[in-house]
């Protein structure tokens, strides 16, 4: 997702399993970060796959917009081994369009 996109403000359509539906507005790298996990579907997505510097800021961020990400925790070997993060977008979302100016 490296390419020269504008990442200006997006609209999206949060599909609630509950509650109904939530309109929220997006843009940078949040926004990437958004557009990444709807691409990823419910295989979701980790800074190894997709590399991004601040991934855990761009989750923290959507979830305090209403967007139910699931952080799972999974093993990896190498010489750091350990522990790293998938992230999982567990809602349908919609991109609405462009946000007026």
């Known amino acids: 997702m490296a390419d ?3 990442w200006g403000t997006a609209l999206f359509t949060i599909h609630l399993n509950d509650s109904g539906a939530l309109l929220i507005s997006v843009s ?3 926004r ?3 557009e990444a996990l709807i691409a990823a579907g419910p295989r ?3 800074p190894i796959d997709i590399p991004g510097p601040r991934w ?3 989750v923290h961020n959507l979830r305090c917009l209403g967007v139910p990400i699931e952080t799972v925790t999974e093993p990896h070997d190498g010489p750091f081994k350990g522990t790293h993060a998938r ?3 567990r809602a349908c979302v919609d991109r609405v369009g462009e ?3």
Do not use: F
Request: hydrophobic share 40%; charged share 25%.
């Open 44 to 46: 979701g997505c980790t």
């Open 28 to 30: 940078g790298r949040d």
């Open 4 to 6: 020269k996109k504008d």
């Open 99 to 101: 946000a007026l100016a």
């Open 87 to 89: 992230y999982v977008l």
């Open 56 to 58: 855990s800021g761009y």
């Open 32 to 34: 990437w970060a958004l």
